[in-house]
């Protein structure tokens, strides 16, 4: 089956630097790869994603690449601030197959210090 | 439009009690899913539903049982209880043509003693 490896496991960085959370996983059949964010006590959320016929997608401060051939993708966050501060999961699954289930990586903590 | 809610949000257990999770969603998603978090080793998925009246084991699913005989809910059970099953249990729901995306619940906290 698949495994996704995330790193780091822990990530501080100070308000308005950036932060690069890295993922690789092992299915070379995997081409669905979302990111989600849980706040302290909250549920996951998704926050952006990718399909694997997208190297990279923006979406305002936060962006994910894809390297297809390496089989890894990264999030990457600009100009952090406080609220970014939470653990964020990366996932890879098959596009229409397997029931949508996804593989989670063991989640980052990030922490923006003010 | 509730999303995906869970029942109940809290429990504590003696180990060898049976309780039963409740999950139901009100998107109309064809697929559900029952995960455990615990600290340092994100989701992991335990059983999951491609449809009403179908149900096929995960990662990890010694232990549980699920049902689901609605389409809108999802139940994950506990036939006796063991200390290691103290965790936090995440329902997600995703839909047919979308399904990727995962929709969860709150969480329910479950303390086995």
């Known amino acids: 089956g698949e495994n996704v490896e995330q790193h780091p496991s822990t990530l501080s960085v100070q308000e308005g630097d950036s932060a690069v959370i890295k993922c690789t996983y092992s299915?070379?059949?995997?081409?669905?790869f979302p990111w989600y964010k849980q706040e302290l006590g909250k549920r996951p959320q998704l926050i952006i994603d990718?399909?694997?016929?997208?190297g990279e997608k923006k979406d305002q401060r936060i962006a994910v690449t894809l390297n297809k051939t390496a089989k890894h993708f990264s999030l990457h966050i600009t100009e952090t601030q406080p609220e970014d501060s939470a653990v964020y999961f990366c996932a890879a699954s098959g596009y229409n197959t397997n029931a949508g289930k996804s593989t989670f990586g063991d989640g980052t903590t990030l922490t923006v210090k003010p | 439009n509730a999303g995906v809610t869970q029942t109940p949000k809290f429990r504590v257990l003696k180990t060898g009690q049976s309780m039963t999770l409740l999950c139901a969603q009100d998107m109309n998603h064809e697929y559900m899913y029952w995960y455990r978090q615990d600290p340092g080793m994100g989701l992991r998925l335990i059983h999951y539903?491609?449809?009403?009246?179908?149900?096929a084991k995960g990662e990890v699913p010694d232990g549980y049982n699920v049902s689901r005989l609605k389409k809108q809910n999802f139940l994950l059970g506990l036939e006796s209880a063991a200390p290691s099953q103290t965790s936090v249990y995440f329902c997600a729901s995703s839909s047919l043509t979308g399904r990727e995306t995962q929709y969860f619940g709150p969480g329910t906290r479950l303390l086995v003693l």
């Open positions: 299915d070379s059949a995997s081409n669905y």
């Open positions: 539903s491609v449809g009403e009246g179908t149900t």
């Open positions: 990718i399909r694997s016929n997208v």
